[in-house]
């Protein structure tokens, strides 16, 4: 089974403003793509995904994902996360509506093709299914089998939105690096302790250094 990903990505400059803790506003720009591209081009080498389509309204970030190989859909609605990601969803069903498709987060900077293909065949199996973070708060991943609408709950509290509509929520072993997203200088640390990509290292080593 060939996956369509649906990636959302915040323009730049108002991303990961709960970083402010590990990084300033100078950085945080950078880091949010970095994550960005770390995530696209892990889910580009996992064999279960067929393409990958980035919607933002960012230019830096379209053109940077864009030549990683990922597809890039503009963020017409521009109405927040879930807007983004059912207007995503609905153009690349046009595209290709036999296909299962996907959600998934921006800010897995240490995420696993083995990994990922591991959560998507567990997917495979549901007509709706969701990924909890590792916080056991919010959501990775979500997942619809063809002809079935995404409907994405993200924001607060997602991990019940989403099992309260209905979603079974994926509960596969070893898959940390799907489930380990980054909104704060505490996540951040956790991803470097499962090895991120090598964008997000490249910028957390800077920090690191700037902190010294």
């Not at 996956?3 to 590990?22: F, Y």
């Not at 017409?76 to 299962?100: K, Q």
């Not at 063809?146 to 924001?155: H, I, Q, S, T, V």
């Not at 898959?175 to 302790?193: N, P």
């Amino acid at each position: 089974m060939q996956w369509t990903l649906v990636v959302p990505v915040k323009t730049l400059a108002r991303a990961k403003s709960r970083l402010a803790d590990t990084a300033h506003d100078g950085v945080r720009p950078g880091l949010a793509l970095a994550f960005a591209q770390d995530t696209v081009a892990a889910a580009l080498a996992c064999p279960a995904v067929a393409d990958v389509a980035v919607v933002t309204g960012d230019a830096r970030a379209a053109r940077e994902l864009a030549a990683l190989g990922a597809g890039i859909v503009a963020d017409e609605p521009d109405g927040g996360l879930n807007a983004a990601l059912a207007h995503g969803a609905s153009v690349v069903r046009a595209r290709r509506p036999d296909s299962p498709v996907a959600a998934l987060n921006a800010d897995l900077p240490a995420l696993r093709p083995s990994e990922l293909a591991r959560v998507l065949a567990a997917a495979g199996q549901f007509p709706r299914s969701f990924l909890p973070d590792a916080a056991g708060i919010g959501t990775t991943l979500l997942a619809v089998a063809p002809g079935r609408e995404l409907a994405p709950a993200f924001g607060t509290d997602s991990r019940s939105r989403h099992r309260a509509s209905g979603a079974v929520e994926l509960c596969p072993e070893a898959v940390d690096s799907v489930r380990q997203d980054v909104d704060t200088g505490g996540d951040l640390r956790s991803a470097l302790s499962l090895g991120v990509g090598p964008r997000t290292a490249a910028v957390a080593a800077r920090l690191l250094i700037a902190g010294q």
